[in-house]
């Protein structure tokens, strides 16, 4: 969480110039530059300009690695400059990181192509495009100045702008993850592209990820390719931590085009229900085809629809799940696309049109601009001599438009895989029924190999560790479905799940996924398998599988030492429960620092424990999980209207399961939510207190709320307490809260507890702030709330 400073280094308006440049990509970003800026090609002039103050509130742009030094980065520093973009290909010395943190001064590269802002500084070789295209409110951030500049160019060619775009380089200080920060903050971002071919820090890119997609579309193309069983492909680990992130993924530049189209011109529906149209009955085909290729459900016009259509165009007919308009009067074809957007049985047009002597391109495509259609409308205008100016017309007139029809359902697909993968991080897990592991004796068994000096567990003391967690070996498998489970470590994502399909009738197939899992994730694992049964079967298959998925998580979570572990699961309808095979464990001696072995920060099962407020009253307190989505909306809707006005700043009647989903399925790096329950009632939750660390993991803001039947007991202070020194352990210098003036009991404990009174921009609040000193050296910090300023974002 480091996006501290880096909107300020984008937001910059003047430059200070370090250095000559030696490339024609250099030369395309000073020339872009576009603003009176100082240049300096020496140490000598260099520190002329720095005692001019020529890095006040500029941004520095450095050529010339050999001119910047320690001295010379505390100059920037103590001249309040904005950033320092490092275009040349050197890397940054890390003396001249170390003497940039104190101020926080941020590095953009090394071999970054720099930066553009609609509402900034133009410090880019790609910037030229940019200046002249309207925005659509996307962000692009790429580590490749060569794909940032494909995109820009296929953008500009299309009118669609950037707010603004970044290229981050070989990222020795600022990455993808802290953009991501910034898109996730800025307002006149709607949507982001995102390129990457590395990723620098596991745990931090997938909080930085799962933050930015909750709140806008994300849209990601990896651009290094792995192999995998002889062929090259997309690396699936990687694939699989961006659908747990909530990213949409491109497999290819131009689906991230097609993508970029899509966030930027075609809304969002919850179906995508398409109604594939056109002058012929061939072209018809050609939209339908592309529909059911990428996933998409066809449509039908209704038959009030199709008979006002027919009025327009006599010779119109319905096709199987299309629709032949024949040839058809520019006026009329934009009357038909009105009526049939009207019809509540359709999401989304597709209308591909061909080019013949009775209907040209272009007079249709006047007729949809003069119209001002619904934006849902999708175009595509086949050929190539008119079809381009018919494109370009399009494009110009604000119309979604594409070469092909796969290419328009592709982005339609696209759309609404983003829709779809929101929906899914928001579901409420059931709540999962305790399994009999033995956690002890498995760890006195990893234990006792390590002391012993093995690498691996022998055969049998494997079976004997897997059975701690539920998975009994069995040589008497006998015939059924078979599947390899899995635990591996990825080089930059750490552990990771692996479930592979390997007989029975099923084909061989894999999914992939990262602890901790609940059972709505290991059921979409097992459903990512994509396997050839029916819904019962598959059903039936989950119920009896997602256990085992289950307990692998567990052990990566509890078992730091163990690097890889193998298990075959079987599973026939002539045994009761999944019977398992032959287990091999290799083990770790060196156990892994947590941020890099788990890119998902675990369950913070150390903050659990029991209160005992001043009338003797007890009550279980521990962090949120996802599935106590229902009792805190039981919580919340007995709450007296007066007590829940105080906490919202509202009166909120019900609560819905995308706001109290946002209290319960938190990211505990970047959020405490803490629970409480009376003794002897598990589930009963009578109280929840809130921190929330800003992006710079520097403040945090509380908020507090007690059952008033619970209230007057100090369980409030107690809870508020847990809060601070939670905040301590992150090492935040700042925990403030926002309090309305009704709200005496708070405002009177946040005296007691010593936090200052801030004025509020709202006459009926008070902001409470309270300093935290700064830590001693000695204690330990939290690292899982903190970022490391280190070359490997850990």
Not at 656 to 661: I, K, P, R
Request: charged share 25%.
């Amino acid at each position: 969480m480091s996006a501290q400073n880096l909107e300020r280094l984008l937001l910059s308006r003047h430059a200070l110039v370090i250095g000559a440049p030696s490339t024609p990509l250099d030369e395309a970003l000073l020339s872009a530059l576009g603003t009176p800026t100082h240049h300096v090609h020496s140490a000598r002039q260099l520190g002329a300009a720095l005692a001019e103050q020529a890095a006040a509130d500029a941004v520095a742009i450095v050529f010339d690695a050999s001119l910047v030094n320690p001295s010379v980065v505390e100059a920037l520093v103590a001249q309040q400059c904005r950033g320092v973009v490092w275009v040349c290909a050197e890397p940054i010395d890390e003396r001249v990181l170390q003497a940039a943190r104190p101020g926080r001064l941020r590095f953009l590269g090394p071999r970054t192509a720099g930066f553009w802002h609609r509402n900034g500084l133009a410090a880019g070789a790609f910037a030229g495009e940019l200046v002249q295209t309207p925005s659509r409110g996307i962000a692009l951030i790429a580590q490749s100045g060569s794909i940032a500049s494909a995109a820009i160019d296929w953008a500009a060619g299309r009118r669609i702008g950037f707010s603004w775009a970044v290229t981050t380089g070989a990222e020795d200080d600022a990455d993808v993850a802290d953009f991501l920060d910034v898109a996730a903050l800025d307002p006149s971002t709607r949507g982001v592209i995102l390129q990457l071919g590395s990723i620098r820090g596991g745990r931090k890119f997938m909080s930085a990820a799962r933050a930015c997609a909750r709140v806008k579309p994300v849209v990601v193309l990896q651009s290094r390719a792995s192999s995998e069983e002889g062929r090259t492909t997309a690396d699936p680990v990687r694939s699989a931590a961006f659908a747990r992130a909530g990213l949409v993924e491109s497999e290819t530049l131009d689906g991230v085009f097609d993508a970029l189209s899509a966030l930027a011109r075609i809304p969002a529906r919850s179906q995508t229900r398409v109604l594939a149209l056109g002058n012929g009955a061939g072209v018809c085909a050609l939209g339908l085809d592309a529909v059911l290729r990428y996933g998409l459900t066809p449509s039908s016009c209704s038959d009030e629809s199709l008979a006002y259509v027919q009025t327009q165009a006599p010779r119109a007919r319905r096709l199987d799940r299309a629709l032949d308009l024949g040839p058809t009067e520019p006026q009329a074809l934009a009357r038909i696309c009105q009526r049939l957007l009207d019809d509540d049985s359709i999401d989304y047009l597709l209308l591909v049109h061909s080019p013949s002597v009775d209907s040209p391109h272009e007079p249709c495509v006047a007729a949809l601009r003069d119209a001002h259609l619904d934006p849902r409308l999708v175009t595509v205008w086949l050929g190539l001599k008119t079809a381009s100016t018919a494109r370009t017309q399009s494009v110009e007139a604000g119309l979604s438009t594409f070469v092909t029809a796969g290419q328009a359902a592709r982005a339609l697909r696209y759309r609404w895989l983003h829709g779809r993968t929101r929906e899914l991080l928001m579901q409420t897990p059931p709540t999962r029924a305790q399994s009999a592991r033995d956690r002890n004796a498995a760890h006195r068994i990893v234990a006792a190999a390590i002391a012993a000096g093995h690498v691996q567990l022998d055969g049998e003391t494997a079976q004997r560790f897997v059975a701690c967690y539920g998975m009994r070996a069995s040589s008497a498998a006998g015939a059924g479905d078979a599947f390899d489970l899995e635990l591996c470590r990825h080089p930059e994502l750490g552990e990771h799940l692996t479930i592979t399909a390997v007989g029975g009738v099923l084909r061989s197939t894999t999914a992939r996924g990262f602890a901790p899992l609940d059972v709505l994730l290991a059921r979409r694992m097992i459903e990512d398998m994509q396997l050839t049964l029916d819904g019962a079967q598959l059903g039936a298959l989950a119920t009896r599988l997602h256990g085992a998925l289950l307990n692998l998580s567990d052990i990566a979570l509890e078992h730091p030492s163990v690097r890889t572990l193998r298990v075959r699961c079987t599973i026939s309808a002539e045994m009761p429960a999944p019977v398992y095979g032959d287990a091999t464990v290799d083990l770790d001696p060196v156990s892994q620092d947590e941020r890099r072995r788990l890119v998902l920060a675990p369950y913070p099962e150390v903050l659990s424990r029991t209160l005992t407020t001043r009338d003797e009253r007890r009550y279980h307190m521990r962090a949120v999980r996802p599935e106590d989505e229902p009792a805190l909306i039981q919580l919340l809707e007995r709450m007296r209207p007066e007590d829940v006005r105080l906490r919202f700043f509202a009166t909120i009647r019900r609560f819905s399961h995308e706001m109290v989903a946002r209290m319960t399925q938190v990211d505990y790096d970047r959020e405490l939510v803490l629970v409480t329950e009376p003794e002897g009632m598990p589930g009963a939750l009578c109280s929840v207190a809130q921190l929330i660390l800003d992006p710079y993991g520097e403040a945090g803001e509380f908020s507090i709320l007690v059952e008033h039947a619970h209230a007057g007991r100090g369980l409030g202070r107690m809870l508020m307490e847990e809060l601070l020194a939670h905040g301590r352990r992150c090492a935040l210098t700042l925990i403030y809260g926002d309090i309305l003036r009704q709200n005496t009991p708070m405002l009177t404990l946040a005296e007691h507890l010593g936090f200052e009174f801030r004025p509020h921009e709202d006459p009926d609040c008070r902001r409470v702030e309270l300093a935290l000193p700064p830590r001693d050296e000695a204690a330990p910090v939290d690292r899982r709330h903190r970022w490391v300023w280190s070359r490997s974002g850990s």
